[in-house]
RNA sequence: CGGGGUGUAGCUCAGUUGGCUAGAGCGCAUCGUUCGGGACGAUGAGGCCGCAGGUUCAAGUCCUGUCACCCCGACCA
């Protein structure tokens, strides 16, 4: 991608009222663009970080047999009344053709439930899994942080079906395991990210979030020093030991709610009246687990957890492009020299964004590369071109090295 | 939901006790000089001062209403 062609602008000039790191950065170096508050444009740059991210999540799923659909945003409010959920605050109501009461879904318990429903009448079509990728819709009373917390958010969720808990806690486990695999694939694992303990509310002792820890969190949990286990605020009063190894000390930190898992059991199938034939032909209900994750704050904790104060560092899995490709000065010669080496470096499928802009100085392509933050800034110059060499800087390293033009490609392997 | 604040150029903001033709920086356009850390000069375009009403000789400025937005807290599958 040329940066001469790429819709978006980097900017120095930010509103006061932009608070949190992520929304600060991603505004200036052109991510996303604010709507209202929680609410935001994708630009190309986003786009991308918001794609590889769920992709990540969509391959992990789909290892574990889940089956990818999509929901519609919209549902009628009956849905919810079965559920007694239609007096949820954050649902945003409003009428169709005819005064049709319909809601934006902020979850999809009420959708899936009776969409599975469909589907589902033996215990020989269980257990199955269904996920999506989406966005939600939730009217918090105040939005804030950035991608932290939207009213409009995008977010996978993941609902299984099963004829009894101990095939429930099976897959419970599983998708627990896949969970952590996408946040070490995300860049967020090496225990900066950890299961914690919350209220399972009344279906069962716990659910489990997954808080990754970064300062701007607003959650606050109690970390086992011992296991890396930590348990919620909302419990720690009743919990005030380890759940794990029930020795170690639990130290207070800030984290990022970045996932949360639930067994749901009976509590949905029981409002639709879900239910299964057993081996005997008995009626059962359906046990139901769920698991959600948002790839839009987990956007915005990557970005709170990785940069400088110059910009954003992405992981390399998760970056919108691999190099970030400068050149410098105006000499034809130099500037033949950076489109050879652009199209070398698509040829060779690596993803390349090319500052090719005229006009721009050398100081704005180089502030631009540490803002927007991509894992490799690689220039060319007259003095690079001298040399028969290119300059490489990894965003999160101190110096640059001078390398040979032609071992480029291996420096990037 | 409680508290506080803000609406003026594309963006970020200034605008004094009401006073003349509405201000700056950034961005944008044209020209020239620059070209390895957000360059410089010149010229220029760009405003229903959120909206409605009121007070006044005179309103961006004061009053009333209204709409929108934002921040702090509470809340938060």
């Known amino acids: 991608m040329r ?8 900017t120095k000039s930010i509103s006061a009222d932009e608070e949190s790191v992520n929304a600060k950065l991603l505004i200036r170096a052109g991510f996303i663009a604010k709507q209202l508050a929680g609410v935001y444009n994708y630009l190309p740059l986003g786009l991308r970080v918001l794609g590889k991210i769920q992709n990540i999540i969509r391959e992990e799923m789909n290892a574990i047999g889940a089956n990818e659909i999509l929901m519609p945003a919209m549902t009628q409010e009956e849905s919810y009344d079965k559920t007694g959920r239609s007096a949820m605050d954050v649902l945003f109501k409003f009428e169709g053709q005819g005064g049709a009461k319909l809601v934006l879904n902020p979850t999809h318990e009420e959708v899936v439930t009776p969409l599975a ?77 950890v299961l914690t303990y919350a209220s399972g509310g009344v279906f069962s002792k716990y659910s489990h979030e997954f ?66 034939k057993d081996a005997a032909g008995k009626e059962q209900p359906v046990i139901m687990g769920c698991y959600g994750m948002g790839p839009s704050r987990v956007m915005g904790t990557i970005v709170e957890v990785f940069h400088d104060d110059k910009g954003i560092i992405w992981p390399e899995a998760v970056a919108p492009y691999r190099v970030h490709l400068l050149v410098l000065g105006k000499e034809e010669a130099v500037g033949a020299e950076a489109e050879k080496i652009y199209k070398t470096l698509i040829k060779e499928g690596i993803e390349v964004l090319f500052d090719d802009r005229e006009r721009a100085s050398a100081g704005e392509k180089l502030s631009d590369a540490d803002l927007i933050g991509l894992p490799y800034r690689v220039i060319v110059s007259a003095k690079t071109l001298a040399e028969k060499s290119v300059e490489i800087k990894k965003r999160d390293a101190v110096e640059a090295k001078l390398v040979a033009t032609k071992s480029l490609l291996k420096e990037l392997a």
Do not use: W
């Not at 940066?3 to 980097?10: E, H, I, R």
């Not at 589902?120 to 199955?128: A, E, G, K």
């Open 3 to 10: 940066v001469s062609y790429l819709f978006g602008k980097t």
């Open 117 to 193: 429903q469909k589907f589902v009448f033996s215990y020989q079509d269980l257990p199955v899994a269904v996920y999506q990728i989406q966005n939600k819709f939730r009217n918090e009373p105040r939005a804030k942080s950035g991608l932290l917390r939207g009213r409009e958010f995008n977010m996978k969720d993941l609902y299984s079906f099963h004829a009894d808990e101990t095939d429930l806690d099976k897959y419970y486990e599983l998708a627990k395991a896949a969970y952590f695999k996408i946040y070490a694939r995300l860049g967020l694992g090496d225990g900066r990210t």
């Open 211 to 276: 808080q990754t820890l970064a300062e701007a969190g607003e959650d606050t949990v109690f970390l086992c020093d011992k296991c890396r286990v930590a348990v919620n605020k909302e419990i720690i009063d009743e919990q005030k030991t380890c759940p794990v190894c029930g020795g170690g000390k639990l130290e207070e930190k800030n984290g990022i709610e970045v996932g949360n898992i639930f067994k749901l059991k009976t509590k949905f199938s029981d409002a639709f009246n879900f239910q299964y």
